[in-house]
């Protein structure tokens, strides 16, 4: 009974010690040693106890906590991807924004050195050549800020395209991780059942694989199954991808538009079947990329489009109508068809004398054509929703704005959940320092007093081996 009895307190302190070495361990779920009296054995005075035995290590967990815990990865993976992807954006279009949509008025808070700014500094440059026809300083300024917003133009158009493939990467690194931890949950099951058919607890192989779930959680929404040898189904928009130690199918990235245009989604290696994903960083990064991204990448072309063809044509006025300093008319200001190619026509940066700002061949000194164009600042645009060149691209930035701003606000409201949830499992898994150093020094007090019965017994029955020899 006695030795036991120390066994027995051996393996608290063992397990107050594992405890202890895991205090800032991730995942860590806090171990206890469940400790029962022994069967007592029958004597003439009575049943007799035999002491005590540790019959298990048990976690201390809550399963409904862990699944809390799950579904919310996926909510922050879904916000948190959103947010990334928008702020890529946001850098994109070098505008601070704040604005609301579906206004007719520009955010008052865009840069100069955006679009914005740049609109209104080409019609103003327009206005001064309508007011000095004949300044070739004011041509070449013209031309100038033509040449900045056309540039300006390409970029942003060139840096939303790269954020598109950089989202599109990303998918599929996510795809990539989410195989990884499929096939480690698979291998974890076939550890944790076959620990469980020998009648062992495999407290810390539980622990990696919540953590397993939690991570794959993050990337896209999991259905779970627990079966009754330990082990846990894995499902992915309803199909069945985890069963048992056995993966039953992968993931992979297909283009779905079938051009090659990059409108990556996901669907399963093996039986091709597209997965309608709910949550998680991949359905957050496929929704900024085909929702506001690709809303902004088109109406930052149609703003271009439009430009061009105001500028160029304007009805019966416009600039390919008017003439230059030299009588020479009939060429396009801008060049290309949208934000990807829109330029400057090429002969104008060699000769600013050829800008056709005139309405006559013969009157040089008339700006009439180039007022026309300033005044399309303040002009709506059928093709542009019927806004001006300024507010539409005004709405386009309101509506990232507000869209930057909804999952700013949603990721610090996940982020609260998550940090409420992780308070409340900490308090019933985590590991407190001054409870274990207590069941410590409990279970090393009990292992002396128990050692001491040991050397009790040890000196009685020395002293009946002395009676019988004496």
């Given at each position: ?51 005590s035995t540790a019959v298990a290590i048990q976690q201390a967990v ?12 996926s909510s922050n993976g879904y916000w948190t991807a959103q947010q ?387």
């Open positions: 009974m006695a030795s036991q009895a120390m066994q027995t307190q051996m393996t608290g302190i063992d397990v107050s010690g594992q405890n202890l070495a895991n205090v800032n361990t991730q995942g860590y779920s806090r171990q206890t040693v469940d400790i029962q009296t022994s069967p007592d054995i029958a004597t003439d005075i009575g049943m007799e106890g035999t002491g809550n399963s409904l906590l862990n699944t809390q815990i799950v579904t919310q990865q990334s992807a928008l702020q890529s954006a946001q850098t994109s279009l070098n505008e601070f924004l704040n604005g609301t949509a579906g206004t007719s008025s520009s955010s008052s808070s865009t840069s100069d050195t955006g679009l914005s700014g740049q609109l209104t500094g080409l019609f103003n440059a327009f206005q001064a050549v309508a007011t000095s026809p004949t300044s070739i300083a004011d041509r070449q300024s013209l031309i100038s800020q033509a040449q900045t917003l056309a540039s300006t133009f390409n970029q942003v158009d060139s840096q939303l395209s790269a954020t598109r493939t950089s989202l599109n990467t990303s998918l599929t690194n996510n795809v990539t991780s989410a195989n990884s931890l499929l096939s480690g949950i698979a291998q974890l099951n076939g550890q944790i059942a076959s620990a469980e058919f020998s009648g062992g607890t495999p407290n810390d192989l539980l622990d990696e694989r919540q953590q397993d779930l939690q991570n794959l959680s993050q990337l896209t929404s999991i259905q779970t199954s627990a079966q009754a040898n330990g082990a846990v189904d894995v499902s992915i928009g309803g199909q069945t991808l985890v069963t048992g130690d056995q993966v039953a199918d992968t993931l992979q990235t297909y283009d779905a538009s079938g051009n090659g245009s990059g409108q990556l989604l996901v669907q399963t290696a093996t039986g091709g079947v597209d997965l309608t994903l709910t949550g998680g960083s991949m359905q957050g990064t496929i929704d900024a990329r085909d929702g506001e991204l690709a809303g902004m990448q088109n109406q930052i072309n149609t703003l271009a489009s439009g430009l061009i063809t105001g500028i160029n044509s304007n009805g019966e006025g416009g600039y390919n109508s008017g003439y230059s300093l030299t009588g020479t008319t009939g060429a396009d200001f801008f060049t290309g068809t949208d934000a990807s190619n829109i330029a400057v026509d090429s002969s104008l940066v060699n000769d600013p004398s050829l800008l056709q700002a005139s309405a006559s061949p013969t009157a040089t000194g008339d700006g009439s054509v180039a007022l026309q164009i300033a005044n399309l600042a303040s002009s709506t645009q059928a093709s542009l929703n019927n806004e001006t060149f300024g507010n539409y691209y005004g709405a386009t930035v309101a509506g990232l704005g507000d869209a930057l701003q909804t999952a700013n606000t949603q990721v610090t409201n996940q982020t609260a959940v998550s940090n409420m949830l992780s308070t409340q499992q900490s308090t019933v898994s985590g590991v407190n320092i001054d409870q274990e150093m207590t069941n410590l020094m409990s279970f090393q007090r009990a292992y002396e007093a128990s050692a001491q019965l040991v050397t009790t017994i040890n000196e009685m029955m020395q002293t009946v081996n002395n009676m019988k020899t004496g």
